[in-house]
């Protein structure tokens, strides 16, 4: 069974710091691009950083760039999202995403999401 567990979430201050984490368990890890997602209240999921299998390349969405970096221990099968210089408009559930291919039939996989909330 497939399991993507976040965890690290919680209420900062702006200007504050969260490192969020993603434990995998059921599937290759060192074969996926991991990637971090985030959902506000009344908006559409957005993709916030990814990260491919090897960890040797990474991307950014424009809001987050020079703020959040994106990492992976292949060894542990975990994902981390260490985010700085918060802003209230980072004020999301961020939910952790595995992609990879099997056979060539793609896969996908979330995790339930932990809270983030930064109060101005």
């Known amino acids: 069974e497939v399991q993507l567990v976040e965890s690290g979430g919680g209420l900062v201050q702006a200007g504050g710091s969260l490192t969020l984490s993603c434990a995998a368990s059921?599937?290759?890890?060192?074969?996926?691009?991991m990637s971090w997602y985030r959902q506000a209240p009344g908006k559409g999921r957005e993709l916030v950083a990814v990260i491919t299998d090897a960890g040797v390349s990474t991307n950014y969405a424009d809001s987050v760039k020079g703020r959040f970096t994106i990492s992976r221990d292949n060894a542990k099968n975990m994902v981390a999202l260490k985010m700085n210089s918060l802003k209230p408009e980072d004020t999301a559930a961020y939910y952790c995403n595995a992609h990879y291919y099997y056979y060539a039939r793609p896969y996908e996989y979330w995790g339930q999401g932990t809270q983030v909330t930064v109060s101005s």
């Open positions: 059921g599937f290759t890890f060192s074969s996926a691009t």
